[in-house]
């Protein structure tokens, strides 16, 4: 039953891993860029969520209120902030001689960006982790001798809300097959008549939405925040993504519920100490033995860099 | 030379052959995000090697690095088949893996770290950093030199051309993991204690984007982006207390205000990245920037001229 | 005369598609063989199947008497067949002299050789044989600088310097007269003729017919992939395969080089 119960405990951790490596996939995916500002968004949407709220904003509103439109507010710079990004990478992104160093400007940019906003937010607010004020994450639901955490549940469902809405975007919408079509070939994209100075911010707030959200889900069921929580998180969607396949919506789905699993039980059967070389000890094999990853297509990430 | 300037001293020499380290990759145009592994498995491996064994600094730094120089040609091996983002990643779960394990081992002292008994003085990570430079300046002085720079611009042709070019992505790989396990036995010794929380990503991140602010085509760049950046924040040790009272007093905020912490400087690390990716991509010091005089030949100019 | 190249039933598909199908032709000692056809017919295809850029589905490639089928690309050079590239591919941040030693490392790739210095003590012998090359080819007010920033005629010349530095039987030129003013191309055309007089074998891929005509007396036409004419160059226009080939391709807007 103990092991059961560390399924489900998994499967919850997972769906917050499964948000952020949809946000890791969908830059790759599309443009072909590994974004390292996405943990910090993450990080970014908590820590100014909890400070709204600790200010008592937004102004005047009582506690069952006030949380959820702080958090909002959380979102919102996140969003900004992934806008920010998108000038100083892709806009500026000019490569002269294609070659390899040089492809990866937005990927160093991105790393600089992590350092920035990071610190920052430790030079405003310290580094120590804060308890978020939100709603107590004891309420707990007993459903044949499981328990679920409510919050959690209702994460479980706004997570697949996002994906399946997500999917419905680049599948069926106009901007979802501009993105498409900018994957496939940016210069053909350019020619078929996709605004390519359009679309690209699409994808950053889609970025910096999907962070906020997870950012903020994160803070409801565990009730903290600190300017560290991104690092770790940022990690284990990495390591789903990867596991998934790069670009594949769906392989980050799976490969984020995939690393949930193999956290809670690598803690279950070993002691958390080991999840950190167990998690990328999976993610090493993989990138060895079938880099695409479970979904992935062979094509996307191999460009130089 | 005073405490305070035998420290920087010390860290600045280990940060530059750790730069060269990463450099060697990177001036194949592989991007190693696992700087970090490289290190602590030449820290550890000299560490260990004195607190058990009691072996003499000489010989444990020499042995750290011949085991992160190994262990770097046998991930060479297989990771190197990875291209673009996978190989990012790759290098970057490499040093996360050996963290972990290095955490879960209770030889290595597990999450308490290892004491090293056996101090070394400042002259040493100097010499070696010194060393470390004149061994990479005179290796891309070569035409080995010109092999690596060669895959770096276009590995297609560079292949066509006869250059072996996994051969040499591996060798400068490996080469490099080598000169990072330097660093980490230097600073074992020079620290006289090994942490593993220390090797992280971050450091795994700062030491690539000294590289790469420096400039990865020439030799010049780890040496310069490893010291601006380990300079700078001494420099501005006076500076910003001074600009935080400033501004706070600007905001009218009055009384003890206490001094920045080591936060700032990484905001001014990131800012540089950013601002170095927009204005100059190819790093601060590029091969434009030596003009040198002895490849052009002095009758040959003014033809030059003419066909202009 | 003995064939230095020799190519039987070459064939090459990507995904489905059949970019090269069965093609044969011979290349003499010595020969300027031209290879032409309208856009998308599979010529650089071809060039990159015998340099071993992607490996053949079926077929024998014989260079000088050797099978050079299972040889890996980066060996082909040492066996004597060197090649310049549709869009200039010279190593941008590299200079003049240093992308034309490059030329020279099959010849060069010992040990020993790739640990000696090139400069550090004085020019070693690798960078004075290739200032000579590039002297003598009259290119030696560019020495020292830096590719990426010469102007496009030079850099096309550079890039057949590097090939010339491999000191190859068999030079494979893609495009050589591409973006050249007519000026530029006559030049080539000369240029070439004096390669040519030392005894290497061309193969041309060339859309300017005029250079062709006055370089090549023999030329393969491939269209679709399969060969539909190997022949005198002075014949090839009054070829009623040949001439559907191009009159079909400029219906559908492409130039017809032929007429």
């Known amino acids: 039953m103990l092991l059961i119960q560390q399924v489900v405990n998994g499967l919850m951790l997972g769906s917050v891993y499964v948000t952020v490596a949809v946000a890791f996939t969908l830059t790759i995916g599309i443009l072909n860029f590994l974004n390292f500002t996405i943990p910090t968004l993450f990080m970014l949407a908590a820590m100014m969520g909890w400070s709204f709220a600790a200010w008592g904003l937004p102004f005047g509103l009582t506690e069952p209120l006030a949380w959820p439109l702080a958090l909002a507010l959380g979102v919102a710079v996140a969003i900004a902030a992934s806008l920010v990004v998108e000038r100083f990478t892709f806009r500026y992104l000019r490569t002269k001689h294609g070659d390899s160093t040089e492809h990866a400007i937005p990927l160093v940019s991105s790393l600089g960006f992590l350092l920035v906003l990071e610190n920052l937010v430790r030079i405003g607010y310290g580094s120590d982790a804060q308890r978020f004020p939100g709603p107590s994450a004891d309420l707990t639901l007993s459903v044949g001798g499981l328990f679920f955490r409510i919050p959690q549940v209702i994460s479980l469902v706004v997570v697949a809300l996002i994906v399946l809405g997500l999917a419905w975007m680049m599948k069926s919408s106009r901007i979802g097959r501009g993105l498409r079509a900018i994957a496939e070939n940016p210069d053909a994209a350019g020619i078929l008549g996709v605004d390519t100075r359009r679309v690209v911010p699409v994808v950053f707030m889609l970025t910096g939405l999907l962070c906020g959200l997870a950012g903020s889900l994160f803070a409801v069921n565990y009730g903290e925040v600190s300017p560290q929580m991104g690092e770790d998180i940022g990690s284990k969607a990495i390591a789903g993504m990867v596991l998934g396949g790069l670009g594949s919506l769906w392989g980050a789905v799976a490969g984020g519920i995939v690393i949930g699993l193999i956290e809670m039980l690598t803690i279950h059967f070993f002691g958390a100490d080991t999840v950190q070389a167990t998690v990328w000890g999976a993610l090493l094999l993989t990138l060895m033995i079938r880099p695409q990853g479970l979904f992935g297509h062979n094509a996307i990430g191999k460009g130089k860099l | 030379m005073s ?124 010499a070696a950093a010194v060393a470390c430079a004149l061994l990479v300046f005179y290796l891309m002085a070569t035409r080995f030199g010109l092999a690596v720079r060669s895959v770096h611009d276009d590995d297609v042709v560079a292949d066509l051309m006869g250059v072996n070019v996994r051969g040499v992505r591996v060798a400068a790989f490996a080469l490099g993991a080598a000169l990072a396990g330097l660093s980490g036995g230097l600073y074992a010794h020079a620290f006289s204690y090994v942490e593993i929380q220390g090797f992280n990503a971050s450091l795994s991140i700062y030491v690539l984007l000294y590289v790469l602010l420096g400039g990865a085509q020439t030799a010049w760049g780890p040496l310069v982006g490893a010291a601006f950046f380990t300079l700078l924040p001494e420099a501005m040790r006076s500076f910003l207390p001074a600009a935080k009272e400033a501004i706070w007093t600007a905001f009218g905020v009055t009384g003890d205000i206490s001094p920045p912490d080591e936060s700032w400087r990484f905001v001014v690390l990131g800012a540089a990245v950013i601002a170095m990716m927009v204005f100059r991509p190819e790093g601060l010091v590029t091969r434009d920037t030596f003009a040198f005089p002895r490849r052009r030949s002095p009758a040959a100019a003014p033809t030059r001229e003419a066909a202009e | 005369m003995t064939a230095l190249l020799k190519v039987e039933g070459l064939s090459k598909s990507f995904g489905g598609v059949q970019v090269i199908t069965d093609v044969s032709f011979e290349a003499e000692e010595g020969a300027r063989l031209a290879l032409i056809g309208p856009n998308g017919a599979g010529k650089t295809t071809l060039f990159n199947l015998l340099t071993g850029v992607f490996p053949q589905d079926e077929g024998t490639v014989t260079l000088a008497g050797q099978v050079i089928d299972g040889a890996p690309s980066r060996r082909r050079i040492g066996m004597g067949m060197a090649r310049s590239f549709q869009n200039i591919r010279l190593m941008p941040h590299l200079s003049v002299v240093e992308n034309v030693m490059l030329g020279q490392q099959h010849r060069r790739s010992g040990l020993g050789a790739m640990l000696s210095p090139l400069t550090l003590f004085g020019r070693s012998e690798s960078w004075r044989e290739a200032e000579a090359l590039i002297a003598d080819m009259g290119l030696e007010a560019w020495m020292g600088e830096t590719v990426s920033t010469l102007p496009y005629g030079i850099r096309k010349q550079i890039e057949l310097v590097r090939a010339l530095a491999a000191k190859p039987r068999l030079l494979l030129l893609d495009e050589p007269a591409a973006g050249l003013n007519g000026t530029e191309t006559a030049q080539l055309r000369d240029f070439l003729a004096r390669i040519s007089g030392t005894g290497i074998t061309l193969l041309v891929v060339e859309h300017d017919m005029s250079l062709v005509r006055s370089l090549c007396d023999r030329c393969v036409v491939l269209n679709f992939g399969r060969k539909i004419y190997d022949g005198s160059t002075a014949q090839v226009h009054e070829d009623p395969l040949v001439l559907e080939a191009y009159l079909g391709a400029r219906h559908s807007g492409e130039t017809a080089d032929v007429a």
């Open chain 2, 3 to 126: 405490g305070y300037w035998t420290g920087i001293v010390t860290i600045l020499a280990i940060n530059v052959v750790f730069a060269y380290g990463i450099y060697l990759a990177v001036a194949t145009g592989q991007l190693n995000l696992g700087g970090a592994g490289f290190q602590a498995l030449g820290a550890y491996a000299a560490a260990w090697l004195c607190f058990e064994l009691d072996w003499s600094p000489a010989w444990t730094i020499a042995a750290g690095t011949v085991v992160a120089g190994v262990i770097g040609m046998g991930i060479a091996i297989p990771i190197l088949r990875l291209k673009g983002v996978y190989l990012v990643l790759g290098t970057f779960a490499f040093a996360e893996v050996v963290a972990g394990l290095i955490l879960n081992s209770e030889t290595l002292g597990g999450a308490m770290g290892l004491p090293v008994p056996a101090y070394i003085e400042w002259q040493v990570p100097v």
